[in-house]
Every structure is written in structure tokens, then in C-alpha cells.
């Protein structure tokens, strides 16, 4: 499937170490209890973040809960965003959907954020999420930022 | 606008009571630092939940975070389901949309659940939330869950 | 379930009449093959469209089309929208999100738009699609338009 | 992005060909005013559809309809999945999302489907809509179809 260029830079605004950085100290709700997040690739097309095993993330039956998905999925989208334009205050959600395909394996879960559109009121990505030792697919998410003036 | 009538009986098959029961005892981590949810009302038409004010899901600027009202949602079509055919283990989501429309004030939401569809192999919900102290829509939401054969 | 005002106004900026003649010279393509929509209200909180049977939208074993009950969904926003702004050129839809419950019968189907948020960038409804000789529900979609500056 | 192999097959269930026959004979709907789809290509991850420009499909500006684009996604699902299942009678849409992103040129219309899941029960499909001659997105839809007993 052919890779369509959002960006017509090569590089994006912030790079991933500043994307971890502003992570860690202005979404501090997101290490309430222990790091729960990795940056571990911002791009100009997407980037990739890790999902820490938590015990507060699993459901009986050892699987990873729905809502621990979707608050992934939505800071993929979120920080692939701030690393495409920058930390924009107040960027929101607009819309999330989702579809869980299968139940994930115990342990970290990997989202690959796509940009599907970065306009300049709406940004939309896909995220895939996986099982950080599995290529199989666990959910998928399309999800819509609002973006402020800036 | 017209309420369908989706069970022919006039009675759910768990009480208030009991789900709420069901929520404390089999779902222990909606109440992982204290008490999440009340299940305000089950009713054979949907039902109506509440979310406690919770230092984790506040996000700068004193607004509720995205992946709280996501989680509230889908608790929300849970529990309704969960009371209109019983505590059917393994009943799973497979699909949620979620329109973000207002912010929501600080305080304790409310999200009522509405019965779209109650089939045989798969339930659809649309959950309205709100502040607590507001009538004015926070989010929208259509969950889908799959259920088991029981 | 309570019903949020969602406009301050009594009154729809364009009156039913005016949307019925504003979708018959604006919109030919909606009777490309003869009258396939009739606008039955318009008000400020949402609006009803009545999709008439047409040979075009038959699947096999009589039902209704996928695809006609999407474009109904999504006529229908369009026109509430269009009554409560006034015929603002170039309102485009970025999301639509649609469950199908039930199989229609034959015969006309009959949406119920509701406005979940009128703002001043983007505009969400709730579109419920039955059969116009039921109560059962047969598809609940959720759409949402962006609106250019006016 | 890994693609993710869902079927341990090295081969469709039905060939292009075959689908297309299919389309042609089983679904005349979708040539109701002269050929309407034409099938590029099924595989065992998804398949190629093209919708061919039609006067019908045009809206004011030149650009092709919502509706249509909403057509193309679910009729581009529906042939993948009976390309790797077979012609199974009554396989219903039960959710289709969809974000429209770029206003497309006119012209032809090619859509890119991916199996996300395919159960026993339920099969997800990603569908990304491009005009012909271009890379650029002008949609990207998530379709869910309800397998029956077969």
C-alpha cells in the first residue's frame, strides 16, 4: 500500500526526544502511577508509542482493558500531532472510533500512528495497535484532532 | 422523539441492585482508588451512570480527560446490557464511536444508555453524557458489544 | 430522556418550505431519477426526512440498500443544518459513522435528525432511520459537518 | 507498516475474475446505469476497486458525492470478503465510519481495501479512497460485515 507524503519537510517539528519531553512534563496524568508511555518513533508520516503492562490496564483472564486501548490510541494521535505542529495547547479530540479485532496477549501493547490528513483546523489518524510481541492486530482507531488557531 | 421498545418484558433481568452489586464484585478495577461508577438506574429501555470527579481524569484547565468519558461509555453499555440478559461473562466491545462536542465542567458526569439494538449476537448502544450540573451534552456515543453464545 | 435546546432561538432560520425548495433547485442530483426525498420538518432542534421506495435502492429479497439508508443518514444532517444556518454553500461532511440494526421493509423509510452540537466550525447529529410503517429502528448513524466561515 | 497476514492461505477463495462475475451477476444494482464498479484486484489481504466516473455522482464544484464515496467503501469490503470466504448469501454491514479528508478531483475513483480481522462472525475491512490520478487520500473508511452461519 503506497505511502502517501503529508509532509512536504523532511522532518518533523519536534523531534522524538523533545516529543517524550513534553510528554513527561505536561501530561503528567498520563505517569499518574509509573511511566505508563514510550516515545518510540515521531515521523513526519506517524510514530510509534509503547503502552507499559500495568496491573491497572488487565481485565480477568489476563487481557488488556478497552479503555487502556482507546486512551492509547488517542495520545498516539495526540502526540504524533504536537510532533507535526508543535505543542498546540488545547488541541482536542473530536471524534474516536474503534474496533477491537482481537483480545490482546499480557504484557506491552505497540500504536503506530498514520497521518491520514493534517489540515489546518482538522487532523485525522489511523492507529493500529499490536501486542509488543505479536505482529497480529489487536484494534484498530481512526481518530480526529481539532486544531486551535496557532 | 419516539422510545421503540426493545424488550417485550417490563422487567430487567438484573436489578439496580444488583448490578451494582455486579459492578463491585466482578469488576473491581472500575473502583481500582476508590469508587469509579453508581449505577444510578437499569432499566429494559437503557440505563444511567454516574462518574465520581477523580483527580486522574482531570486534565489541565480543571476539564474531565478524553479516555475517562470513553471508559464511562463503554461501562455505561456494559452495565446495561449486563443487566437486560445477566452477567454473561465475556460479553466484549467491538466497536465505540465517540463525538466529543462541549467541555465538560469539573464535577461528576452523568451518561445515560440507550438500548439500539438487543440481538442474539450483538448489542448496540448510544450513551449521552453530561456534567453532572448541566444539561448540556459532553459526548456522544455508540458502543457496540458482542455476546457470547449463553 | 431530556432534550438539550440546543438553539436559544424558537424559530429555524429557513422554514420546512424553504428547505423542501432549497433541496429541489440546489441539490438536483437528490431526484436524479424523480423525487427521492420529501423534507417533513424542519425544526431547531433536528428535522425528519422521509426517503421514498425506489426501484434504485432494492436489495435482493426486497430490503433496502446500505448505501441509500448512508446518503438518507447524511441528507438528513445536511438539511437540519441548512435550516438552522441558512444555505450556507460548502458545509462538507468529515465524519459519518452508521450502525445497521435490523433489516427495513419495503417502503419508505423515515430519519430523525437531532442536533447534538450546533457550533460555529462543526456541527454533530444523531440520525435514526425506521421504516416508515414501524417503530423498530433499522440504522442510527452519527454525522458530522464542517462549516465554512459564513 | 507490517502487513499482517490474515490468511495462512496463499490464495482467494475466488479469483478478480470470479468476484467479478459475481459482482456482474449477483449484485445488478451496482450497474444499474452502466458499469459502475470495475474489481482491479483481490488478495488475501483486501483487493482494488474502481468506481467510474458518472454524471450521477457529481456534485456542485465538479467533485464526486459523499454517498457515492460511501457506496465504493462498502461495496469494496463486501468483495474482498467474498473473495476470501466465497459468495456467502445474506453477509450484512453491521458499522461503516468513515472520514472524508480532501475533496476529490473528478474523474475515476480507486479504492484500496485491507482485511483487518476476518472471523467466523465478523470481518473488519480498512478502505482508502483516492482519485485515480492522484496519491492523496480523499477518504479513509472502517467497515464492519456480520458473517452468517456458513
Partial sequence: M?????NSNDRTVMTTE???????NDFPEASYHGKTYEVLEITTQGGKIRLFEH???IRPGGTISGPAMMALADVTAYLVLMGNIGPVALAVTTN?????????EPGDLIAEGEIIKLGRTLAVFDVRIRSANSDALVAQASVTYAIPKH
Avoid at 18 to 24: G, H, N, R
Avoid at 96 to 104: G, H, Y
Fill in 2 to 6: 503506497q505511502v502517501t507524503t503529508v
Fill in 18 to 24: 523533545e516529543v517524550t519531553a513534553f510528554l513527561d
Fill in 55 to 57: 496491573e491497572r490496564h
Fill in 96 to 104: 474516536l472510533n474503534i474496533n477491537f479485532v482481537r483480545k490482546p
